[in-house]
Every structure is written in C-alpha cells, then in structure tokens.
C-alpha cells in the first residue's frame, strides 16, 4: 500500500517575502559613507590634524557620530590618532594619494622644470591643476632655499578667481604668457604663473613662481614672468601641445 501524506499547509502567520524598496533606510549607508568623505576631507585640508572635538564643530555632526566614523576609520587604516589624541590621515589614505598624483603624468614631467624656476628665481616654484570648476589645488613644489621663503603650500586648496594659478588655469594671461598677482591669499606674497597646455591645447596646469613681496620688484616680477612662461611652454610642447616654443 502507497504511502502517502497529507499536504503540508502553510501557517497563516507566515507572511510571503517582498521585495525592499527603495526607502529612507536605503539611505542610511549613503549618508554614512558621504560623513565619512566629509571627516577625510576635513583631515585632508590645511591643518595639523584635528581632534574629535573640532571634527564635531567643522563637520556640525554629533561628537558621538564622529567618534563613531573615526573609529571605523581607524581601524581600517584611512586615519590615524596620534598620542596626543589628534587624527591625522592614515597610511591606506596616503596610498590612495599617492596613486592619484601618479595618474597625473604632468606630475612627473613637471619636475626638472620647476627646480630650474626654483634655481634661476630663487624663490619657490609650484605645480598647480583644477580641483573642480572653481578651485585649484598644489600638487608639487620646489621650495626656495633662502632662509626666508614663501610657506610650504603642498596640497593646499586655493581658489580659481583672484590668484596668478586660477588665472593661468583659466587662461587669464597677457601678451607675454603670464599673470602675476600681489597680495591675494597671503599678505606679502607675491605669485607669478603660467599655463601649461595639453595635446588638445587645452589648459591643464599651472606653473608659478611665489615668494615675498619685498623681495620680487617690478623688474624682478617681469623676468620671472617670462621664466615661468617659457618653462611652461617647454613642458607643453613635451606633453604634446602644438603651441610653439618661444
């Protein structure tokens, strides 16, 4: 005799499974990743590390939010908190920028370029390219070697408008292929720059020349003009440029 059983009922509790829609809980993560970015780009400006306190204030995030993210951070290496209990950006961050600055192959070819600025001037040469449509960021420099030399500005963010890079990456020079600038971001600084130019001729950096004001003359400003120019035609032309070298 065939055995046989009775069909198995589904208890009416059990409810069928639906599909998640998209929903403020989706969002969550996002938002957490997106914190994160903030807290890293608030390490990465221009700052001696910073302690939670001040991550809390600048990021306006709950210190108990900011412990948390930090906490993750750490421990995955993006940043690091030194005896003195302020967080500085960590290795696996750093990595992340090194490799960013050797996909730029202006990066590269810019040096021997800027240690002759550095050299025939005597002030310090930089390497400057667009962060985003309105500001620029220093991705290398040659520093002067004189005691008294314009400040380390390695990494720093500086706006498009009003500065002699933003004017250069913008393409705002005279006739001779250079813009200078007296006194914008720094008091007493004066900059000189000039743009460097890709295969398509388009803008694609800046060169500059920045040291103290009551070191660079007038006629001092004229002749690092036409240094910084001409440097930054020979690097055009080395990258492809069709932009005839003077």
């Known amino acids: 005799m065939a055995n046989t059983q009775a069909p198995v009922k589904l208890s009416s509790s059990r409810r069928p499974l639906r599909r998640a829609t998209p929903g403020a809980a989706d969002k969550l993560p996002v938002r957490a990743v997106q ?25 306006t995030l709950p210190v108990s939010t900011v412990a948390r993210l930090l906490a993750t951070l750490e421990q995955s290496g993006f940043v690091r908190r030194d005896p003195d209990n302020r967080y500085r950006p960590g290795t696996r961050l ?26 025939t001037s005597g002030e310090t040469a930089n390497l400057a390219v667009r962060a985003d449509a309105h500001n620029a960021i220093y991705l290398r420099q040659v520093l002067s070697p004189r005691t008294i030399h ?3 500005w390695l990494g720093r963010i500086l706006p498009i408008r009003k500065t002699a890079a933003g004017a250069a990456l913008a393409g705002e020079v005279n006739a001779e292929g250079y813009v200078a600038r007296r ?26 020349i920045t040291g103290p004001s009551f070191r660079i003359g007038e006629r001092d400003l004229a002749r690092f003009g036409l240094l910084v ?9 080395e990258i492809g440029a069709r932009q005839l070298v003077k």
Do not use: C, M, N, W
Request: hydrophobic share 45%.
């Open 35 to 59: 914190r994160a970015f903030d807290l890293l780009a608030l390490l990465g400006a221009e700052r001696p590390g910073a302690t939670l306190s001040e991550l809390a204030r600048d990021s």
């Open 150 to 152: 314009h400040a380390a």
């Open 94 to 119: 750093v990595q992340i920028g090194l490799a960013s600055l050797r996909s730029f192959s202006i990066y590269d070819l810019s040096e021997p370029h800027l240690r002759r600025l550095s050299e």
């Open 229 to 237: 120019a001409k440097e930054a035609r020979l690097a055009s032309a």
């Open 183 to 208: 006194d914008t971001l720094d008091q007493g600084v004066t900059a000189i720059a000039a743009p460097v130019h890709g295969p398509g001729d388009q803008v694609i950096a800046a060169f500059s």
